[in-house]
């Protein structure tokens, strides 16, 4: 069976992915300056590697399997299974985006405006292929960093990664229009996934990694309620659906428990004491599968 070659990517994504390695249950040591990662599973060997790189090696089968952002995957245009996308980013849940900005006093308005103008991005190939959707013939260059700092003196805009457009607001940018939203994906190597042991590991690790995902945020909360005041505590619950309502021993009596974002809880648990809940218990959640 041997083992899974598995791409952690290495920067702004690296501390959200190994924290959902270990929410979805597996013990990763990483020593300083180490590239290898040791997991408590011999089937699954752990590489850091940059993010770009990923799609790559996974496409060459140098790896099985890695994490890597929809951004990488178009821009390196590789042939990949796409196993499970994935909400998450390096400030939590959610996706982002490469935007088009130019200084705040730039003339240009909209996409058309740049014709015949010049862009500086990490994302070429994927700007490119913007530009051309929009009609718009314009020179785009790599640029190897510090892209928010080169317009207006030497570029016209920029297309830049922004969660929350803080860093673009600091250099004094603002935003034309939105090239690009992305999210971090499990991909396999085509070979590998038609390789049934490996298409099954690779497969059984996306269900884990979407579960601890999900759980990111989340809260378990159980309650004991009489009777009497059941259907009053249940109205106050979220995803009444998903309630899970059981029968106590003493007679007349039930415990509830549901899973609920933790910011709900702060507001709902006075709400359910008043309501006639007791013995209510909050617990953090490590995974969440749907």
């Known amino acids: 069976m041997g083992n899974i070659r598995f791409g952690v990517p290495k920067g702004s994504l690296e501390k959200m992915s190994l924290d959902l390695f270990k929410r979805a249950g597996y013990r990763i040591n ?3 300056r180490a590239y290898n990662l040791s997991i408590d599973d011999n089937e699954i060997e752990l590489m850091l590697i940059r993010t770009q790189e990923i799609p790559i090696y996974v496409a060459k089968g140098v790896l099985d399997a890695g994490l890597a952002g929809n951004d990488w995957i178009m821009e390196r245009k590789v042939e990949v299974k796409r196993v499970k996308e994935l909400f998450y980013s390096k400030q939590g849940l959610g996706r982002v985006r490469w935007v088009l900005a130019v200084p705040v006093e730039s003339p240009i308005k909209k996409v058309e405006d740049l014709e015949g103008k010049r862009l500086a991005t990490e994302l070429v190939e994927v700007t490119r ?6 009609g718009v013939k314009a020179e785009v260059e790599f640029s190897w960093g510090a892209t928010e700092v080169k317009p207006p ?3 016209d805009a920029i297309v830049e990664l922004t969660e929350t457009g803080r860093s673009l607001r600091a250099n004094n940018l603002r935003i034309v229009d939105t090239v690009l939203e992305s999210t971090t994906w499990l991909i396999a190597n085509l070979s590998s996934w038609n390789d ?8 059984n690790l996306g269900i884990l990694l979407e579960g601890a995902v999900n ?4 809260v378990g909360l159980k309650l004991n309620v009489s009777q009497k005041n059941f259907k009053r505590v249940l109205s106050l619950l979220p995803a ?3 309630s899970t309502v059981s029968q106590l021993a003493e007679k007349g009596w039930f415990a509830v428990e549901t899973v609920l974002d ?7 648990i006075p709400k359910l004491k008043e309501a006639g809940g007791e013995g209510i218990v909050e617990y953090p959640l490590n995974k969440v599968v749907y």
């Open 30 to 32: 990483k020593e300083e």
């Open 129 to 134: 292929d913007y530009l051309k959707r929009k």
């Open 153 to 155: 003196r030497l570029v």
């Open 196 to 203: 049934p042991w490996k298409r099954r590991k690779i497969g």
């Open 215 to 218: 759980g990111l945020g989340k």
């Open 240 to 242: 009444l659906r998903r």
């Open 262 to 268: 933790e910011l709900e809880a702060r507001e709902l």
